[in-house]
């Protein structure tokens, strides 16, 4: 691949078009959904694993295995969680849905689907190159792009300490190239925790750090839904890919794993009404 056709296609996938600079302040009475991960292990009431496409691998060409409760991939070290991407290969005889991917990790989904609301997820990224997290929400009972997307948190390993906030729709995605959200520079993003936030209404979706709105898009597009499916509730999930066509774009570093995205905590508030 040429390095011009590499520029292109990776291109499509952030978004500089929806900057925004103003206050985001969280609510002060309690979550109506939380997760401090001050357990021992990962609460599976709050929490499922999704490993729905291991065995026929997963989509945007990555090149994960997503484990189900498997420590060496998810657990709670200190009041934090760890999803912690390995180079590794396993026996088919103790994972009979290995796709023989060469790297394992691990895909959070929240049992509970969550709609309009304020959500803080305070987390410290992995900065290796091939590494590709992702906090986000996305419908799971109809087609993608239709159904909607929006990553609170996407950042790639070979552009270290850039985050991406994005929408998804229809009508806007990087498909065609129309997709909405912002980018920011956040220079401990990789060394230090930062709180992620996206607060959804139903004629905005406003995403931020630490407090401040990076990228705000406003429900004024014509199109219905295809312009903003996004009035149904969605789970939220944490998950750590491993190349794809992002994430690879300038390939995987085998030198640099494993790696880890650790995260303090999870807070929902319902917006009334």
């Not at 302040?25 to 401090?36: F, H, I, N, Q, R």
């Not at 997503?66 to 088919?92: F, S």
């Not at 999930?237 to 995987?252: C, M, P, Y």
């Amino acid at each position: 691949m040429s390095w011009m056709l590499l520029a292109l296609q990776t291109a499509t996938l952030g978004a500089t078009n929806y900057g925004a600079d103003a206050p985001m302040v969280a609510p002060s009475s309690p979550a109506t959904l939380a997760d401090e991960f001050d357990g021992k292990r990962v609460d599976q009431k709050i929490w499922r694993f999704d490993t729905s496409r291991n065995a026929q691998g997963w989509f945007n060409n990555e090149k994960q295995y997503y484990a189900a409760d498997r420590r060496e991939n998810t657990r709670i070290e200190d009041g934090v969680l760890v999803i912690e991407a390995r180079r590794e290969t396993l026996p088919k005889a103790g994972f009979p849905d290995w796709g023989g991917q060469a790297y394992t990790s691990a895909k959070l989904v929240t049992r509970e689907q969550l709609g309009y609301g304020f959500y803080e997820v305070r987390a410290k990224l992995p900065c290796g190159r091939g590494a590709w997290p992702a906090i986000w929400m996305v419908g799971e009972d109809a087609p993608w792009p239709g159904v909607g997307e929006i990553d609170i948190m996407e950042m790639v390993g070979w552009d270290p300490n850039v985050i991406h906030a994005t929408l998804h729709s229809g009508a806007f995605n990087h498909r065609l190239g129309t997709q909405r959200g912002a980018q920011k520079t956040v220079a401990t993003a990789c060394t230090a925790f930062h709180s992620y936030q996206l607060d959804w209404k139903p004629d905005s979706i406003t995403i931020g750090i630490d407090g401040r709105a990076y990228m705000r898009v406003a429900n004024d597009q014509p199109g219905g839904k295809a312009a903003w499916p996004f009035t149904r509730p969605y789970p939220l999930i944490l998950n750590l890919a491993v190349g794809g066509d992002w994430g690879g774009a300038k390939g995987v570093d085998d030198k640099v794993f494993p790696q880890r995205l650790s995260v303090d905590y999870v807070r929902y508030w319902k917006h009334d009404g």
